[in-house]
């Protein structure tokens, strides 16, 4: 399979969470594979290595298999999940211990190691007793785990032999609306989908989601989610390498913002006022949306991107109706 497998259009996507979530949650019986010989990871992961060069002793997990790291790369964190996801995966306590050195057979080796050549989020990975994961970022040796990861899920081995994993492209996402009245999803839902991202490498999770504002305090009269439930979120996606850009719609569908708003309401002539638009001349229009993104950027501090929303402003209508807009 190629790195350009890393981007996967709509329907993939949808077919590969649900891979990955069959066999995360062990909703399918996942076939053993035989000791010898033993699989390489471009046979076991999705996406795939882009290339797998075959040689040097085999991979085997064993009860006395750690997770080593060394602490000075800050991978203590990520070496902790990982040992606790292969603890729940193998049922036993799996210890992640600092310390590359001292790694032995059996052992997986997360390490940061300058290597211009894998960007911001490549990784090597060598399978030659341990399975030793190197990145030249944190970011770059997390998604050599989760290959490591998933490699596991469907044996106790992998194939000597080696690989340089790069995707091919930086933003790799999901959009979700969690936006609908009654259809609102869980925190857990979402925990669980960015888990699942994580585990395909995707790395940007678009979510349109209303947020109870204290600046805004009718807010509170349609279905929302807590602060405090948006910051849940936000803390998983960090855990996961996964970078949430939030979204609010506008200047159009603001009708959940500005229905106690009529002074920022768009008008057409001779016509009521139109809670669904923002009237995008007036001044404060611009100070009220400034702030309501102030408000939720303080529940997404990891946030890299904001999105806008911008669609459908005028839809069933034109510009030309608005003289004050085109003046």
Known sequence: MSQRRYVLRSAAVGAALLVST??????????????????????????????????????????????????????????ELLAGELGALKGRTVEAADGIDGARPGDIVLDVAENADLGAEGYTLTANGTAAVSGNTRDGAFWGGRTVLQALQTGDAIGGGSTTDVPAYPERGVMLCACTGGGQESVDWIVRLIKDM???????????????????????????????????????????HVSVSPLINSPGHMDVWLKERPELQLQLDGEPLDPIRLDITRPEALDFVKNLIDEYLEVFPNAKIWHAGADEYMINYSYEQFPHIEE
């Open 22 to 79: 069959a066999v995360a949650a062990g909703l399918a019986p996942v076939p053993a594979y035989a000791q010898d010989p033993v699989p390489a990871p471009a046979s076991l992961t999705v996406p795939a290595p882009g290339s797998w060069n075959p040689g040097g002793a085999d991979f085997r997990w064993s009860e006395t298999s750690r997770v080593v790291y060394d602490a000075s790369d800050d991978l203590a964190a990520d070496a």
């Open 198 to 240: 994580a585990s395909l490498k995707l790395n940007q999770l678009t979510i349109e989601a209303k947020v109870k504002l204290d600046s805004v305090p009718e807010s509170g009269a349609w279905p929302y989610y807590t602060k405090s439930q948006m910051e849940a979120i936000s803390a998983a996606a960090a855990e996961y």
